[in-house]
């Protein structure tokens, strides 16, 4: 069984329920696919046991002995990184045109390192996550890298509990492709039911099935009534409505996960959510 969270945008609660779901999921290798934002060992904790370099790019580079400065290169480039027959890195994008294009072979492409996959011993278990190179590109090559190096470490009874990326970009495709089902955390504003909307479409698109709960259900009920009649008529299960709790900003600064705060309402609900998709999966057998 491989679960991923996910949302719209950042910002609805995911990773509040994402790192609450690793938390009670004893039994299942924990995923961060957040790549750009990485935050689930923060909350988690534990320490690194694995620590590789991920080459996600390439980068071109003028040998100026080689250089009989004829400009094809930059003629070629259609990104604008080679000025003054020096390659501008920020603006390289390794498709290797100016190689091409080269008669004196005074250009190479050589591998770019974009971020490290880690995995963390958990007390709940391995945490597979990636640390992203500031400014590098590709996350959603790096995500499915990271969940690789997930199922590398996977036991055969275990599921595969993933905090998805948020949008609906490259890096979210990369997080859900595979998955056997998704919870789609929402947020009670007219802007969260188009989020909901596109997200929505993209799991439908991947043949994924998907589950809601809605969180801060009690800011604003009426948006929450749209919420409900549009899963009603997308055939979508709302599992629950998770309530403004302040006691998750105090767990955000604890860097502890909701569902530990025995007090908290939102934390109940949660847990209510997690019990209410294991019994989804036993009855209608998902995987």
């Given amino acids: 069984m491989q679960l991923v969270i996910i949302s719209g945008k950042g910002g609805t609660g995911k990773t509040t329920v994402a790192a609450s779901f690793a ?12 790549v750009d934002a990485s935050n689930l060992h923060i909350i988690l904790g534990g320490d690194d046991i694995e620590k590789k370099p991920y080459i996600g790019a390439k980068l071109a580079h ?37 190689k091409v294009v080269c008669p004196s072979e005074a250009i190479r492409l050589e591998d770019e390192i974009t971020g490290d996959t880690i995995i963390t011993q958990t007390k ?9 190179v500031i400014g590098a590109e590709g996350s959603g090559k790096l995500v499915t890298q990271v969940r690789k190096t997930a199922m590398q470490h996977k036991k055969e009874d275990e599921w595969v509990m993933m905090d998805g990326t948020p949008g609906i970009g490259c890096a979210v495709m990369a997080s859900i492709t595979g998955c056997d089902a998704a919870l789609i955390v929402v947020e009670p504003t007219q802007s969260g ?13 991947f043949g994924i099935k998907a ?41 955000v600064n604890d860097f502890r996960p909701i569902v530990s705060y025995e007090e908290s309402k939102a934390g109940k609900e949660i847990i209510n959510i997690w019990n209410a998709f294991k019994n989804k999966y036993k009855e209608e057998d998902i995987k």
Wanted: glycine fraction near 6%.
């Fill in 62 to 98: 003028i040998d100026s002995d080689k250089c009989i400065k004829c400009g094809a290169c930059e003629k070629v480039c259609r990104f604008g990184a080679i000025k003054d027959f020096r390659i501008e890195p920020l603006k390289c994008e390794g498709c290797g045109a100016c």
């Fill in 211 to 251: 589950f809601v709960c809605i969180n801060k259900y009690d800011i604003n009920e009426t948006i929450v009534f749209e919420i409900e009649k549009l899963c009603q008529r997308e055939g979508i299960e709302v599992l629950g409505k998770i309530p403004f709790d302040p006691c998750v900003k105090t767990a």
């Fill in 23 to 34: 938390y009670l999921s004893e039994n299942s290798i924990k995923v961060d696919c957040d």
């Fill in 124 to 132: 709940r278990g391995l945490l597979s996550r990636a640390e992203m």
């Fill in 193 to 205: 039911i188009n989020d909901f909307e596109r997200v929505h479409s993209l799991t439908k698109q």
